[in-house]
């Protein structure tokens, strides 16, 4: 009866003490504390080396509490059993590189004296750290590698390189991992780097490998199961211009004397210039210029010809009548009475004047020299053929005051007699000049003045003053509309000049190649077509919808 109370019991405390150690696995099962010379636990020296300096890393695991108080590692070479007498291992300058909660660990340099050639021995070693103490196993080598690791990396960004200020920034970075044996005498071996048009390229000797951005050249060593960062530099040539301006892209390929592969690394590199952007923009403004000259005056140019045709016109039929009043002189020996001051002298001169340009100008009848944008696009042409028409009218009807009228009377000039009621008759038509604005109201005043002569009707012709200067003709404003229209038509604005710098010059950092160049002239003369609707200021057709019937002053 008292037996089974006893089992019940025993199997109690056994369900008691699993779940203990289930519950309390670190307090049972902790792990030892170990030194060791990290996972391989090999020294190498260079091939073929006898002597050599190397790092080699002691570590120290799964520490006690009172362990980690311990400060100063201690790292022994022992020998080794076979090696040889003259081989010599001194460990010195440890540097402490991780202090974990439970572990430690020191880069310790090795400095190996007297391996024969081609050796690997086999050494022990005594690692201390407080009262931990611990003998292993290791080897020193100078055989070659059998497994030499290492790599490349670029930053994956473009390459930006900018010329045209002191300290200018033309480097990139590289990183060279190596792996468990150190990289020799890193260089830059090859560079496919060539611009869009395979024109131009950066070759090996226009690059420079260095230790900082700023320079530094020279025989570069990366050591083992560690990386380093060095930069790549575009050497600056004497000129920018054209040379090493632009967008490159290809490949830079590294080599060391460990292994005879290439690391190669995919590169696009954007060089340009302050100089290069600032040609780019003066020459955006030139074809802007040569866009607004061929286009915009010379075609404004051009309708002022063509507005200016029919006043031509018209002043090209006044010194046939001034030649008849000059011939009317020479007959009568002196001047026509009333001729100069208010007479049809006068009045041809006063029509002349007023078809000059500048007269036109004055009353705003002529398309401007250089269009306003801002000042809208009125078309004068209507205001021009009402002009001209009136005008017209008045030639026409002082040609019939003195063909219709003074040329008979002068007729008879060598009757004596009749002389005095000539000159009456003459200045009696020239008092009639400023009422004989058209054909109608000349010949109404012929009849009259005609009628009081005796009811004699004499032809006379009377060629009148000299031209101060002599008018363009019809010919030469013909010809010099062919010339200017032979110059093509295009539109100005400043805002093409805006638009170049931003399509073609800021968003380029590879901007200043010859094509680049050329691509600026052409923005500035080909401008955008929807400006062009803009601009056309000019009225059109001007020659073509004035219609001034031009009265026929020849006899």
């Known amino acids: ?47 073929g080396s006898t002597n050599g300096v190397t790092q080699v890393m002691m570590k120290a695991e799964n520490l006690a509490a009172q362990l980690q108080e311990a400060q100063n590692p201690d790292l022994k070479d022992l020998g080794g059993v076979g090696a040889a007498p003259s081989t010599t291992v001194e460990f010195k300058n440890a540097v402490m590189v991780d202090a974990g909660a439970t572990g430690r660990a020191w880069l310790w340099t090795a400095a190996v004296q007297g391996l024969p050639a081609n050796s690997n021995q086999k050494r022990t070693a005594r690692l201390a750290f407080g009262k931990l103490e611990q003998y292993v196993e290791y080897h020193v080598t100078n055989l070659s590698p059998a497994a030499f690791t290492w790599s490349v990396t670029s930053p994956g960004v473009p390459w930006l390189v900018w010329f045209g200020y002191p ?132 075609r404004a140019r051009a309708f002022r010809l063509e507005a200016l045709k029919p006043a031509a016109a018209l002043r090209e039929s006044i010194p046939p009548l001034r030649a008849d009043l000059d011939e009317l002189r020479l007959r009568m020996h002196r001047d026509i009475p009333g001729d100069r001051e208010k007479g049809i002298g006068a009045r041809l001169e006063e029509i002349d004047n007023s078809l000059t340009s500048e007269a036109l100008d004055a009353r705003g009848l002529l398309p401007q020299a250089t269009p306003n944008p801002w000042a809208g696009s009125a078309d004068p042409s209507a205001k021009l053929k009402e002009y001209l028409v ?26 004596h007699a009749m002389q005095p009621a000539i000159l009456t008759a003459l200045q009696a038509l020239n008092e009639k000049s400023g009422s004989a604005i058209d054909r109608a109201k000349a010949e109404e005043a012929v009849k009259a003045v005609i009628g009081q002569y005796n009811a004699h009707i004499q032809r006379e012709s009377d060629p009148g003053g000299r031209m101060a200067f002599a008018p363009p003709s019809l010919r030469h404003l013909n010809w010099e509309i062919a010339q200017i229209y032979t110059k093509g038509w295009m539109i100005w604005g400043i805002l093409t000049w805006l638009g170049g710098l931003a399509v073609l010059i800021l968003p380029n950092p590879g901007f200043g190649t010859l094509l680049d160049l050329v691509f600026c002239v052409f923005w500035g003369f080909g401008l955008p077509t929807g400006i062009d609707k803009v601009q056309q200021l000019g009225p059109g057709g001007i020659a073509t919808t004035i219609g001034v019937s031009v009265p026929k002053t020849t006899p």
């Open 1 to 47: 009866m008292q037996t089974a109370p006893s089992n019940r019991h025993r199997w109690a405390w056994a369900v008691v003490m699993i779940v203990a150690v289930g519950l309390f696995p670190r307090q049972v099962t902790g792990a030892d504390p170990t030194l060791s010379l990290g996972d391989e636990a090999t020294i190498r020296i260079p091939a």
């Open 167 to 298: 300290n200018t920034y033309r480097a990139t970075t590289f990183v060279v991992t190596t792996g468990d044996y150190p990289a020799s005498n890193l260089r830059l071996a090859q560079s496919t780097l060539r611009d869009g048009l395979g024109l131009s390229q950066l070759a090996p000797e226009d690059l420079e490998l260095c230790e900082t951005a700023a320079g530094g050249s020279g025989n570069f060593n990366v050591n083992a199961r560690s990386n380093r960062t060095f930069y790549v530099r575009l050497k600056e040539k004497d000129s920018q211009w054209f040379g090493q301006n632009g967008k490159y892209t290809g490949t830079l390929s590294f080599a060391v004397n460990e292994r005879p592969e290439l690391q190669t690394v995919n590169v696009t590199v954007h060089a340009s210039s302050f100089a290069a952007k600032l040609v780019g923009a003066i020459l955006i403004g030139f074809g802007i210029w040569v866009a607004w000259w061929a286009g915009v005056r010379a």
């Open 390 to 415: 009136r005008q017209g009218e008045w030639i026409t009807g002082l040609a019939v005051l003195v063909r219709d009228g003074m040329k008979k009377l002068v007729e008879d000039w060598e009757d």
